[in-house]
């Protein structure tokens, strides 16, 4: 069965320190591959997403994500965590490249980032 | 001006009601979704329309009945609630129906209480 997970379920980091948040995918191809962010009381805004080509991306925010195939592996990281970055991440994958997906995301349990000043 | 918004936010109420969430989207988008959030954090997707037809059903109980008037409007009604029913609810909407799809663009959610 396909799935996403995330295995930390809390993170907590020091303002300016780096971070990075874990991913692995569990796909019969490799899937596009999303990193979501929910604010307290909001909805989900996406981070950076993933289709083909350069296994580094940039998204928003100064977060970027690396796609390794080897380890199915698509890992969220950022240089240097602001306390505004304080919120719950969610990676998310859908696997059917030949454009039937419509929009069946498979989502990991999330991880809350906390931030100390 | 909100792109996806959803009415209500908050809806508390008693076992064996009734309710409607409604879903609203300005971005011209043809795709809509409704996403489950249960209290473990899950999101998982119960139904997608495309220009209003019926694309994505997700083994949801037909307690679950989706409504969608017109592509930008996509409504959720639950019939006789059940406890397990209770968590946030997520209208989502994207600009293409197939792919390679891009961004889903998320409604702030509906947190359901169900008593």
């Known amino acids: 069965a396909q799935s996403v997970t995330q295995p930390d379920i809390h993170i907590t980091v020091s303002e300016g320190a780096s971070l990075e948040l874990r991913c692995n995918y569990s796909?019969?191809?490799?899937?596009?591959l999303f990193w979501y962010v929910q604010s307290p009381g909001q909805g989900l805004q996406l981070l950076l997403k993933?289709?083909?080509?350069?296994?580094l991306v940039q998204g928003i925010k100064g977060f970027e994500a690396e796609f390794k195939r080897s380890q199915s592996s698509f890992n969220l990281r950022k240089p240097s965590v602001h306390w505004s970055d304080a919120a719950e991440y969610f990676c998310?994958?859908?696997?059917?490249?030949?454009?039937?997906?419509?929009?069946?995301?498979?989502f990991g349990q999330g991880t809350i980032l906390t931030v100390h000043p | 001006d909100t792109a996806v918004s959803q009415t209500p936010k908050y809806l508390v109420t008693q076992m064996g009601n009734d309710k409607s969430i409604k879903c609203e989207q300005n971005?011209?988008?043809?795709?809509m979704y409704w996403y489950k959030q249960d209290s473990k954090k899950f999101l998982k997707i119960m139904f997608s329309?495309?220009?209003?037809?019926?694309?994505i059903n997700e083994t949801v109980p037909n307690r679950f009945s989706p409504k969608s008037p017109d592509k930008a409007h996509l409504n959720l009604h639950i019939n006789s609630l059940e406890l397990g029913d209770s968590a946030v609810y997520f209208c989502?909407?994207?600009?293409?129906?197939?792919?390679?799809?891009?961004?889903?663009?998320f409604g702030e959610g509906s947190r359901l209480t169900v008593l």
């Open positions: 971005l011209g988008h043809d795709t």
């Open positions: 989502a909407s994207s600009r293409e129906a197939g792919g390679p799809f891009g961004e889903l663009f």
């Open positions: 796909y019969g191809a490799t899937p596009y």
């Open positions: 329309y495309n220009n209003k037809e019926l694309i």
């Open positions: 993933y289709f083909s080509g350069d296994t």
């Open positions: 998310a994958a859908a696997g059917d490249a030949g454009g039937t997906s419509y929009g069946k995301l498979t």
